[in-house]
Nanobody
Framework: VQLEESGGGLVQAGDSVRLSCAAS????????MAWFRQAPGQERDFVAG????????TIADSVKGRFTISKDDATDTVSLEMNSVRPEDTAVYYC???????????????WGQGTQVTVSS
């Protein structure tokens, strides 16, 4: 499975940002995809996840009410819609895919290259 991320960049506080992750290859065995983020010197933290079939989602408390995750079944693309972004949302955002759903990075088998999101105040 290959994951290709797009989106991100430099934005201002209060703006909206959309990240996308296109999955390709043997995606039929996947159970979940998720977004994690990692700020400098910090651990890679769970942001949002979605089950491959059914589409149920889980959002981290730190971004609940501001971020949403969705999946386009036609293109196997998972998107993270980030609204009302804050400087503390600044991080490298990673797309992940795996055969289980979890909140830990170690539970995912495949990773994108990461995309930087920088929020200026």
């Amino acid at each position: 499975v290959q994951l290709e991320e797009s989106g991100g960049g430099l934005v201002q506080a209060g703006d909206s940002v959309r990240l996308s992750c296109a999955a390709s290859g043997r995606t039929g065995r996947l159970y979940a995809m998720a977004w994690f983020r990692q700020a400098p010197g910090q651990e890679r933290d769970f942001v949002a996840g979605i089950r491959w079939f059914g589409g149920s989602t889980t959002i981290a408390d730190s971004v609940k009410g501001r971020f949403t995750i969705s999946k386009d079944d036609a293109t196997d693309t998972v998107s993270l819609e980030m609204n009302s972004v804050r400087p503390e949302d600044t991080a490298v955002y990673y797309c992940a895919a795996g055969f289980v759903f979890g909140l830990r990075a170690s539970e995912y088998s495949y990773w994108g290259q990461g995309t930087q999101v920088t929020v200026s105040s």
